[in-house]
């Protein structure tokens, strides 16, 4: 790659151009003949207390997710209090799911942490960690339901279930290497082209896996109670996992389309094309646009609040991270969600 930048950046263009181009054709193909009057019927179907139920998934997965950032500030020591750090993670991760993780993922958290007082290194080191812990419970999470051979892949997806197993170890074997990183290393710093690289402790890296893999499972709690009782959670979690990394791939905003040719492609033998539409239009109007409305709102008013913050970082660093450096540049949402990207794009 670093012989042929141009030959690479183009392949790499091709690449997602046919993504762009299969996943649309996918899903005009699975979607053909679909019965919308039993879509709408399952829409009718929900009751008001599982809709709320839901939002409450969705609010909390919501929190969960904004608490990568509060990880950030103790590892930096940065001084924004507690709740503008959260305001400001729920805004960015709303408009990640939806915009893009160029847009929430990165701008607006740059626009708002420097208007609190955060320089550029200091940000970029929150956005790091960030990606680093959204990634890490997914390689965790993930790596143990591929391994253990979830979800039960179709005939017609030609890798099989031992290439997933395959990948699902190396997955593991990829996030366990870290927490030992994280654990016993020796050296924890490295500086490339004036950027420090550094490890944090044991400590703040497990509740980089816990917070992780709550949130992604949290998301995956959203759909299974949306769907009737036919397979398992863990199969729903696994399914959703895969779609993740699929929306990453093909860098669509809000996964838009990918999750509901993944669903519908993997679960195709357990439920109806119509059932699974309508619990994906729910998932997406309670993880997506509602949450997005309001972080609309949560936007205008921290650009209101942020102007005379003090955020200057602490003398000492705090006891759980590193004496030099801060949070790790290690990672590339987009997403489901980011792929910080969230989920589905961070």
């Not at 420097?114 to 990606?131: F, Y």
């Not at 669903?263 to 309670?286: D, E």
Request: positive net charge; proline residues 5%; aromatic residues 10%.
């Amino acid at each position: 790659m670093s012989r042929h930048p141009t030959l690479w950046k183009w392949l790499r263009r091709g690449f997602n151009a046919l993504f762009l181009v299969l996943v649309p054709v996918l899903l005009v193909m699975l979607l053909r003949n679909l019965d919308w009057q039993e879509v709408l019927h399952t829409l009718r179907a929900y009751s008001w207390p599982l809709l709320l139920g839901g939002a409450g998934i969705a609010a909390l997965s919501y929190l969960v997710f904004a608490s990568y950032d509060l990880l950030s500030r103790r590892y930096t020591g940065h001084h924004v209090p507690v709740g503008q750090v959260l305001t400001l993670a729920v805004t960015c991760y709303a408009f990640n799911l939806n915009l893009s993780s160029w847009v929430g993922g990165i701008a607006l958290r740059y626009r708002l942490y420097g208007k609190m007082g955060l320089d550029v290194p200091t940000v970029t080191k929150i956005l790091s960690l960030g990606l680093v812990t959204n990634w890490l419970g997914y390689l965790l999470v993930g790596g143990a339901l591929f391994a253990a051979g979830l979800p039960d892949l179709p005939d017609s997806v030609k890798m099989g279930q031992g290439g997933l197993r395959l990948i699902g170890v190396a997955m593991l074997v990829a996030g366990v290497a870290y927490l030992l990183a994280c654990a016993f290393a020796t050296r924890r710093t490295w500086h490339v082209r004036q950027q420090s690289i550094t490890l944090p402790g044991i400590r703040l890296a497990l509740a980089q896996a816990v917070l992780s893999a709550v949130n992604w499972s949290l998301m995956a709690a959203l759909i299974f109670i949306l769907l009737p009782a036919k397979v398992g959670y863990p199969t729903v979690l696994a399914v959703l996992l895969i779609s993740s990394i699929a929306g990453v791939i093909t860098h669509i905003p809000a996964g838009l389309g990918v999750l509901e040719t993944v669903f519908m492609t993997l679960l195709q033998g357990q439920y109806s094309k119509g059932t699974l539409i309508a619990a994906l239009l729910a998932y997406r109007v309670l993880y997506f646009l509602l949450p997005l409305l309001i972080a609309c709102g949560l936007y205008l008013y921290l650009e209101k609040r942020t102007a005379n913050v003090d955020a200057t970082p602490r003398q000492e660093p705090p006891a759980d991270a590193p004496p030099s450096g801060a949070a790790a540049a290690m990672g590339p949402h987009r997403g489901r969600h980011g792929l910080a990207d969230a989920p589905h794009d961070a």
